[in-house]
Structures are given as C-alpha cells and as structure tokens.
C-alpha cells in the first residue's frame, strides 16, 4: 500500500492553539492635495521616509536603521523626534506632483517611489519610466481610495 508524498499532518485542538496564523497587513496610505487641489495617494511608509533593505528599516530623516519590525517602525513614525524632522523636510514647490524632498545639499528623497536619489541624477529619475508610473499609480489610488 503506497503512501502519499505529501500528507497533511493531523492536529489536534490543542496542537492548533499553537499554531501561528500569518498575520497580512496591507500597508497603509496617505491622502496629500497638492496646490491646484489634485490628489495623491502614497503609502504611509513613503511619506514618512521609511525605506526597507533586506531585514531593516531605514528612516531617511532621523538617520537611523531599525530591525524590520512593524510595532517598531509605526512606533518610530509616531515618535514627535521624526514628525518634526518630517516637517522640517517639505516637499519642493518646483517638482509639484513629483513629492521630492531635499535631505542635505547633496541627496533628495521621491515619495512616489519611495528612493533617496542623488542630486546629478534627480531631473533623471523624475523623467524616469519606472517614476512617471509610480506617479500614476499615486494618481489612480487617489480616484478610487476610500480611507477606512
């Protein structure tokens, strides 16, 4: 009598109580009206310069590298450390719907794409494919998001 390659292992209830359930956030957003009144949305991770590399996060204003962990990082974006450099950081009036933010003379910050871009290369990135449909997709969120 053969046996099947792969068997489900039976639990019991007890066994069950044990087992993690993965736990699949959808990331929050971000509403941002620009000047002539249209609308973007990001996710809230984007506006708050949170960036993830391999198993860190990295905020791109406090300058500071966390270990990937979600009650960490939300607790970061709410600290009032971080929101102040938020704000000290406004986006560029000459980039418009682009959301750029300077961070020192020589890097900037794409909240579309969520990348820190060096200055040279700043005009090339916002003219950039993979930018102009990042900023349609910010776009399409904004015509069809409802915050819950």
Request: with cysteine; aromatic share 8%.
């Amino acid at each position: 009598m053969s046996v099947p390659a792969l068997r489900q292992p039976k639990f019991t209830n007890t066994q069950l109580k044990d087992v993690k359930k993965p736990i699949i956030l959808q990331p929050d957003f971000v509403i941002l009206t620009l000047r002539n009144k249209d609308k973007l949305v990001v996710s809230s991770d984007a506006y708050h310069g949170i960036l993830t590399v391999e198993m860190e996060v990295k905020c791109v204003f406090c300058k500071v590298t966390m270990d990937l962990d979600f009650v960490h990082k939300e607790n970061h974006k709410k600290s009032s450390k971080h929101l102040a450099l938020v704000r000290e950081h406004p986006f560029i009036e000459t980039f418009s719907q682009n959301l750029i933010k300077q961070l020192n003379c020589d890097n900037f910050y794409c909240t579309i794409c969520n990348v820190m871009v060096t200055a040279p290369f700043l005009k090339r990135h916002i003219m950039s494919e993979v930018h102009m449909q990042e900023l349609q997709k910010a776009e399409a969120r904004a015509l069809n998001y409802t915050p819950s």
